[in-house]
């Protein structure tokens, strides 16, 4: 499955972002969708993971203001992000993770920049 982010840009601080993450081929097999993220300087952190059919998980510092979400029909996952803060900025990335017969599967996007600066 191959990944492909987009909808990051520059937003005033207080502002608010879509980023959609468009998968090319269907997620429905797809056992967790997931957004990361990787500011300048600092380490990989997760932001946010969509289970197939369970619960999402949020990082403590984007919870209530981030929501991810699932659209199986346009094999798409998206993050929603309100009142953004200077430090969400970050080059941010989906992720995929599904097992097929028995295997670990894993798929990376590219990176989309979402820079919070007035």
């Known amino acids: 499955v191959q990944l492909q982010a987009s909808g990051g840009g520059l937003v005033q601080p207080g502002g608010s972002l879509r980023l959609s993450c468009a998968a090319s081929?269907?997620?429905?097999?797809?056992?967790?969708m997931s957004w990361y993220r990787q500011a300048s300087g600092k380490g990989r952190e997760l932001v946010a993971t969509?289970?197939?059919?369970?619960?999402?998980n949020y990082a403590d510092s984007v919870k209530g203001r981030f929501t991810i979400s699932r659209d199986n029909a346009k094999n798409t996952v998206y993050l929603q992000m309100n009142s953004l803060k200077p430090e969400d900025e970050a080059v941010y990335y989906c992720?995929?993770?599904?097992?097929?017969?028995?295997?670990?599967?894993?798929?990376w996007g590219q990176g989309t920049q979402v820079t919070v600066s007035s």
């Open positions: 992720h995929a993770y599904w097992r097929l017969g028995g295997r670990n599967f894993a798929s």
């Open positions: 081929e269907s997620i429905v097999s797809i056992s967790v």
């Open positions: 969509t289970p197939s059919g369970g619960s999402t």
